[in-house]
């Protein structure tokens, strides 16, 4: 930072550097999160910013009551911690806020996080270092609800038979993920795989890593790590695969640059994000890859029966979709795109897009005959979703989406 600007230096010496006034009062604090490209500032004008990795500013929060004196990205990238004058706030990547302690410690002058993103720590004016932990996170997919209330702790619900399960712990809970037919949870010490049929007998296996994330499939799952990189696994939790390339960096995959099937597993390429490599998780076998003229920011690939499909945001936010097998042509599907999600169920496709839900019933469409594509779409406004909205769960004909405030709306498509 410099003064009120922030200042982007390349690490090449001749090379352009970036600068944009970021405060009205001089820059106090700053953090750049590797996952997700954004960075937090904070200042004396009593407000924190966030801004992508070009100088466009994504959030500025309302003015509190002191200035700001620290910011810390947690290390995956999905949220960050801001410290002031005897106040400690847990915000969501998007700018909103989980949670505001008011712990009487003076300022808070330097924040830190663990290796797995649920322990922060600060160290304060008075000389006081204070300790915060992740509580009250909740997942829901189908009819099923998981909510941790204590560290070691979840409460597993079926909100359809009415029925609740306490699931305890020996270490506290890392990182979970949800499906309708498993619950994968990573605690400190293992991985504990539950079938939803049954909750009394998981499987339990060693894991010495820090896991940054988990995506699910009918047969099996992806999982990364920072000690086996990533690699793929049955719900024995038996290793089928550790899908590897030259220049592959496990510490920044995230759920936007890896898009994952029964059959195909696709990362984009970080060092040549123009370019997105496919591989089978059954054998991490490579099937091929893509090339796209631009950088891309996110991936998805679809989950229905059918032929797999892949859909790409690039850095321009226009969204492509192409085949994974044979002649693999990028056909534009849409500008301004802000979120986008396959269905769970078939290969219908949703996104956001300047201010609207699209639905696209059959994106295969595209690739047949683009005049008859208008035909095939719902689109339906939605201002109020904001900017920085996020499409969570698409199943059958609901669409659960986080809005740019922090609040869950369900929207629904027609059949």
């Not at 209330?149 to 619900?157: D, G, W």
Request: hydrophobic letters at 40%; charged letters at 20%.
């Amino acid at each position: 930072s410099s003064g009120k600007h922030l200042v982007i230096r390349p690490l090449q010496p001749s090379a352009k550097q970036t600068m944009w006034k970021a405060h009205d009062a001089p820059v106090l604090c700053l953090d750049w999160n590797p996952v997700n490209g954004l960075i937090v500032s904070g200042g004396e004008d009593c407000k924190y910013r966030i801004w992508d990795c070009y100088g466009r500013q994504l959030y500025c929060s309302a003015a509190v009551e002191y200035s700001i004196t620290s910011v810390a990205w947690a290390p995956n990238g999905r949220y960050f911690a801001v410290g002031s004058f005897n106040m400690l706030r847990l915000c969501d990547k998007t700018g909103w806020s989980y949670s505001r302690e008011q712990p009487t410690c003076g300022s808070v002058f330097a924040l830190a996080w663990t290796a797995d993103s649920t322990q922060v720590a600060a160290s304060t004016g008075s000389g006081a270092v204070l300790f915060g932990q992740l509580v009250h996170r909740e997942l829901s997919c189908g009819p099923f609800e998981v909510r941790q209330e204590e560290p070691a702790s979840l409460t597993v619900v079926n909100v359809v038979e009415d029925s609740s399960e306490d699931l305890t712990f020996k270490d506290r809970v890392t990182e979970m993920s949800l499906s309708t037919t498993h619950l994968v949870v990573i605690t400190a010490s293992q991985c504990c795989i539950y079938a939803t049929s049954n909750w009394n007998t998981p499987h339990i296996i060693e894991q010495r890593g820090t896991v940054s994330l988990i995506m699910q499939c009918a047969t099996h799952f992806l999982m990364v790590d920072t000690i086996n990189g990533l690699q793929v696994l049955n719900y024995d939790g038996r290793q089928l695969s550790k899908p590897r390339f030259q220049g592959m960096r496990q510490e920044v995959l995230c759920a936007s640059n890896v898009a994952y099937c029964q059959e195909t597993v696709a990362m984009v390429d970080h060092s040549d994000p123009k370019s997105i490599r496919l591989f089978d998780p059954l054998t991490a076998k490579q099937l091929g890859g893509l090339q796209h003229s631009i950088d891309v920011e996110v991936i998805a690939i679809s989950q229905g029966k059918g032929p797999r499909r892949l859909a790409l945001v690039d850095k321009n936010r226009d969204m492509y979709l192409t085949p994974t097998q044979g002649a693999q042509e990028l056909n534009k599907l849409q500008i301004m795109v802000d979120t986008v999600r396959w269905c769970e169920d078939n290969t219908s496709l949703a996104a956001v897009a300047d201010g609207h839900l699209v639905v696209w019933y059959y994106p295969e469409t595209v690739l047949i005959d683009r005049d008859i594509l208008p035909l095939t779409l719902l689109r339906q406004p939605a201002p109020e979703l904001g900017k920085t909205s996020e499409i969570l769960d698409f199943r059958g004909t609901r669409v659960t989406l986080r809005r740019s405030d922090g609040a869950v709306v369900v929207m629904s498509v027609s059949p």
